[in-house]
Structure formats: C-alpha cells, structure tokens
C-alpha cells in the first residue's frame, strides 16, 4: 500500500524535466551505488546523515531515493520532514526506476563538483540555440544546481581548466559537435537521455543550431525565438534565465502536445 509520504515512479518521471520537479536526492549507499553508479535525472547524491539537515535544499520538494525505498529513504525523509522539507520517498526506490526502464544518467563523464557540490560548465558568451539548450537539458535533467559560465571564445579551455569546468559547445574537447549531430545531440547520447520529447527536441535544436530548418517544422521558429532572445538581453544569464522558459514550452509540446491542434473560429455556427 502507497503512503502518503511517497511518491511512484510514473508520476516522477512525469514531473522531471519540468520545473515543479521535485529535486531528487539519491542516498543509496556507497555499496549499492557502485554496483549501478547510474542516477535518476536530476538526482543529488547524498550521504543519509542526519546531521546535514534540510537546509541546503531550500524550500523545494525533495524525493528521497534509496536502493528499495526503504529503511534508508524512508527515516531520511521523515527526518527532513521534521525540519519542515516536503520530502516524499520514491516507491521501491532506485531498483522500481530502472526495473520500470525509465531513464538513468551515465556519470562517468560528468564533471568535478565544487565545494557546494555543483557541477561547473563553461562555454562562448552571446549563445544562441546550442548553448542554451545545453544548460537547460543539465539544470532540468543533469544537475539542477549547475552553473554555467559564458566567457569570451578564446578563453574557454583556460577558463574550464582553471576552475574545474567542463568545456561545451566549442571545438577539439568532449561536449562538442561530432559529425551531423550538434552539441545537444551529444549530450542526449553520453547520457543516456535519448527519449522521444528529448529526441524530437534535440531534432529542432540541431536544425536550428546548423542552419538545417528541413530536419524539423519546428526548428525556423526556435531559431526565431533564440535570435529574438540573443537581442532582447545584453546579459547572458539574463538570456538563460529566459531561455529556460522558451526550452520548457517546446519540451512539454514534444511530450504532451504534438497532435493538439488549434482552430479558429472555436465555434463555427450549424447551417
């Protein structure tokens, strides 16, 4: 029987990606995570002491996430419900999610957290469509707490190298265009991430982004939107903050919208 403290893994996987997403905290032990060292998307590993608190998590909805969902998940969770979290325990835990076959992060490449245990990406300032994608797949998919750094062109290798960041989106390193596939599809790939929204996202992203409109209806109007929003901001946070939305709103048409269609009028008068 469910409890009300709980939530399944159908309906977690409907809120990732999206940004009512819980913020899903993997405390599997060391044990269980080396013998599958895969994560939930979106997931934060922690140790389950207590001693940590809620603190850090701010006032976002946790799902705690242990091996089965049991002992482990369930105490953490409740202690961080003391401490005034909305904290649910994933049902059956880590081994429901992947015996469900739904989606589980390759990490071996993913960068070097910080002492606030972000991952750090860095990438060409003034972005247009690939390098806002990217950051939006890894803070909705990858690490919600990831920052990324625009800096100039020439100084980016440095930059990553200097401060423990992973380079995107520019020539001769890993998160790069490979062949016909651009940054994006790169990272759908190593990741592990290659779902239908994702993969349909990822066509309107590469024929924007390659200057192929053909690969998608949709990849003239994300170019349009993209361009619009590279001059509407000087800054290019700023341009991200927006960009986010602009990359919710595609994902969510490309899961759950493609054959709704509009017509007007709405009410055509009967003869």
């Not at 380079?167 to 001769?172: A, K, M, R, S």
């Not at 066509?203 to 509407?232: E, I, K, N, Y």
């Amino acid at each position: 029987m469910s409890s009300i403290h709980s939530i399944t893994p159908e309906k977690l996987s409907r809120l990732i990606g999206t940004p009512k997403s819980p913020l899903v905290i993997d405390v599997r032990t060391e044990e269980d995570y080396a013998a599958d060292p895969r994560l939930i998307p979106g997931s934060l590993r922690r140790n389950a002491e207590l001693a940590n608190g809620a603190h850090e998590f701010g006032a976002r909805p946790l799902a705690i996430v242990c091996h089965k969902g049991a002992k482990i998940s369930q105490g953490f969770a409740a202690y961080l419900r003391n401490e005034g979290a909305s904290a649910e325990v994933l049902e059956g835990g880590f081994v429901a999610w992947r015996d469900a076959k739904l989606p589980l992060i390759a990490t071996k490449h993913l960068p070097k957290r910080d002492d606030r245990n972000r991952t750090l990406w860095v990438t060409r300032e003034r972005p247009k469509v690939d390098r806002i994608a990217c950051p939006w797949l890894i803070k909705r998919f990858i690490d919600p707490h990831a920052v990324v750094m625009f800096v100039k062109p020439s100084e980016v290798i440095a930059v990553g190298e200097r401060f423990g960041a992973a380079p995107f989106d520019v020539e001769g390193v890993f998160w790069s265009h490979r062949g016909e596939l651009c940054t994006f599809d790169v990272m759908l790939e190593e990741f592990g991430l290659q779902t239908e929204p994702l993969q349909q996202l990822a066509d309107m992203v590469r024929g924007a982004d390659t200057a192929r409109l053909d690969l998608s209806p949709q990849a003239a109007g994300l170019l349009a939107a993209s361009l619009g929003l590279s001059r509407m901001y000087a800054d290019d946070l700023e341009q991200l903050e927006a960009g986010m939305l602009l990359y919710d709103a595609f994902y969510r048409w490309c899961r759950d919208a493609t054959e709704e269609t509009h017509n007007w009028p709405s009410h055509k008068a009967k003869n």
